[in-house]
Structure formats: C-alpha cells, structure tokens
C-alpha cells in the first residue's frame, strides 16, 4: 500500500473553500509528523502547515496563517487541511508528506521522507 494517500482537491472561485485530506499508514502515522506541502511547475515544493500526531501540535507557514488549518483523525490514521478564504496564488499540487516528529520543526520538503502522488488545487480569480 501507499504509505501515504492525498485526496479532496479541486477547482474553486478565489473566496472559496476546500478540504485536502491525507491517510497514512498506521506505522507511519504514529508519533510522527504529518505535513501538507505544495509546488507550482518550476519552483520548489513548499511547507504550508504540519500536525505532530502526538500531541497533536500545529505548525504553519506565514503565507497561510489564519486561512488554513490543519487537524488529525487520530482513528482513522488522517490528516486534513482546511483551507478558506482561498487566493489564486493558492494555485499548486498539494502533497502529503511524513517523517519523523523532528520533521516538523523545519517544514522542509528535503526532511520528509514519504510522500503522496499529490492532488491539483485551482483557485480561480
């Protein structure tokens, strides 16, 4: 199986809404970190919020405080991504990734070691 699977992207209006969710492999979901990440074709794949399943902390990029949030399903081994209030410049192929709890302090794509095969979000003006 996948060690992690990302679904829930689409096209929406600039304003709008969308949830991305994230499963994970139990082995991999445990005491880890659990982060969304994004990239648009030429440039490098960015952090955009990142939950230690533990105790559940939180960590966001500054692009996206107060607009995204990020929650876990701790029985379904999931993690999601709220995202309102959504801009055009939000326009990206969001990817889940994992790695261990360290992972999250950083939020750099270079530090996570499993990922999805990602999911389109468009956001139209």
């Known amino acids: 199986p996948e060690p992690v699977v990302e679904s829930g992207g689409g096209s929406v209006q600039a304003g709008g809404s969308l949830r991305l969710s994230c499963v994970a492999s139990?082995?991999?979901?445990?005491?880890?970190?659990i982060a969304w990440f994004r990239q648009v074709p030429g440039k490098e794949r960015q952090g955009v919020a990142a939950?230690?399943?533990?105790?559940?902390?939180?960590y966001y990029a500054d692009t996206v405080k107060g607009r995204f949030t990020i929650s876990q399903d701790t029985d379904k081994n999931s993690v999601y991504l709220q995202m309102d209030s959504l801009k055009p410049e939000d326009t990206a192929m969001y990817y889940c990734?994992?790695?261990?709890?360290?992972?999250?302090?950083?939020?750099?794509?270079?530090?996570?070691?499993?990922w999805g095969h990602g999911t389109q979000v468009t956001v139209s003006p």
């Open positions: 939950i230690h399943t533990g105790p559940g902390t939180t």
């Open positions: 139990e082995h991999i979901y445990r005491g880890n970190c």
């Open positions: 990734g994992a790695e261990k709890r360290g992972a999250c302090y950083t939020l750099e794509a270079v530090d996570f070691g499993w």
